[in-house]
């Protein structure tokens, strides 16, 4: 036990350092970018670098490096197990959004989207790890496959008020709710526009919006797509900006107002995020 806890925390420190999959990002761009860590990323505007966050992934096994992979999985089964010390022994900054990954081409393995805080939440676990969690950087709005957030399945089981506002939504994620909402049909038709084929193959979950309203903005990779989509609040809406870092002239921004209607504003060497 003492050898495989160790071997992992060992991984885990690596995940940091390196390419978090072996088909989307190179690990010059992976350096620049932790997914907890703001990172300068381009032009915006007024502003001449911005920071953002990487949305944190979940696709098929497969797809990320066998350590990364075997991280998720072995996060989600702590969860599962109910192994809270572990759990937050292991969780870091970088990771602790990680979510058990599905298997391809096995239908008995669909991805639940519970992350450590949704399994403490589900699991009953005494505070401390909800504190700690939070501490290191948990989403409070992410939601399962089932539409559930960790508040929401705190509800469920009844536990303690403290807690219950320890997982309370931010407000400015309940007052938009609504137009969170559409704005993120628009954004994931504007995603299947352009890469439907990748997100399939690769078995890429798409973005939940709210996280851009609880963290900031983030960028969004797509396996094999050498690039991915930029996502940051634009006047009453969201500005998404695409590109491919192999294809000279990938680029498009897309503007998505709070209504769901969406506008390409730029394409080619013309955008500027």
Request: hydrophobic residues 30%; aromatic residues 8%; charged residues 25%.
């Amino acid at each position: 036990m003492v050898r495989s806890t160790t071997l992992c925390h060992r991984v885990l420190n690596w995940i940091n350092k390196s390419c978090c999959c072996r088909r989307s990002c190179s690990r010059t761009d992976r350096d620049a970018s932790s997914s907890k860590e703001p990172a300068l990323t381009g032009e915006i505007d007024d502003l001449p670098v911005f920071s953002s966050y990487d949305y944190p992934l979940c696709l098929y096994e497969d797809v990320f490096h066998k350590g990364i992979s075997e991280c998720h999985q072995k996060l989600d089964k702590l969860g599962e197990d109910k192994n809270w010390d572990e759990l937050v022994s292991l969780v870091n900054t970088g990771n602790v959004d990680y979510t058990g990954l599905p298997i391809k081409d096995d239908s008995n393995s669909l991805p639940s989207l519970y992350t450590p805080l949704h399994h403490a939440a589900a699991g009953n676990a005494p505070k401390y790890v909800f504190e700690d969690l939070l501490k290191k950087g948990a989403t409070k709005c992410f939601k399962t496959t089932n539409g559930e957030t960790a508040h929401d399945l705190a509800v469920k089981n009844s536990l303690e008020e403290d807690i219950l506002k320890l997982l309370e939504l931010p407000e400015n994620v309940k007052n938009k709710s609504e137009s969170i909402a559409i704005m993120e049909k628009s954004l994931h038709a504007v995603i299947l526009e352009r890469v439907e084929k990748l997100i399939q193959e690769h078995g890429v979950q798409l973005p939940q919006l709210a996280f851009l309203y609880e963290k900031g903005p983030f960028h969004y990779s797509v396996p094999m797509m050498y690039g991915g989509f930029n996502v940051k609040k634009y006047n009453d809406g969201i500005k998404v900006h695409s590109f491919c870092r192999v294809w000279g002239g990938s680029e498009q921004d897309h503007i998505i107002e709070r209504n769901g209607k969406t506008t390409l504003k730029a394409t080619g060497y013309d955008c500027a995020y």
